[in-house]
Nanobody, 115 residues
Framework: VQLVESGGGMVQAGGSLRLSCAAS????????TAWYRQVPGKHRDLVAA???????HYTDSVKGRFNISRDNVKNKLALQMNNLKPEDTAVYYC??????????WGQGTQITVST
């Protein structure tokens, strides 16, 4: 499975950005897809996930602001981020968990939210 993110950048607090992740390879082996984020010196944390047929999870800090979606025809995962805050600044990663081979990650994309 190969994952390629796009859509990162800089934005002022209160602004919006949309991340996209294009998946290729053994798509049928994927059982969950998610967005994670990581700041220097800290663990990679879950932001939002879609599991199985469409069960969605969000970390509490982004509920009501972020929206994760999946296009099964185009094999894309998106994260719409609204009302961004400086504490959302991080490198964002697209991740996929497969049935056989474990987890795969994209290369990451930087999101910087200024005050």
């Amino acid at each position: 499975v190969q994952l390629v993110e796009s859509g990162g950048g800089m934005v002022q607090a209160g602004g919006s950005l949309r991340l996209s992740c294009a998946a290729s390879g053994s798509i049928s082996s994927i059982k969950a897809t998610a967005w994670y984020r990581q700041v220097p010196g800290k663990h990679r944390d879950l932001v939002a996930a879609i599991v199985g047929d469409g069960e969605i999870h969000y970390t509490d800090s982004v509920k009501g602001r972020f929206n994760i979606s999946r296009d099964n025809v185009k094999n894309k995962l998106a994260l719409q981020m609204n009302n961004l805050k400086p504490e959302d600044t991080a490198v964002y990663y697209c991740g996929a968990r497969t049935k056989v081979d474990g987890d795969y990650w994209g290369q990451g994309t930087q999101i910087t939210v200024s005050t």
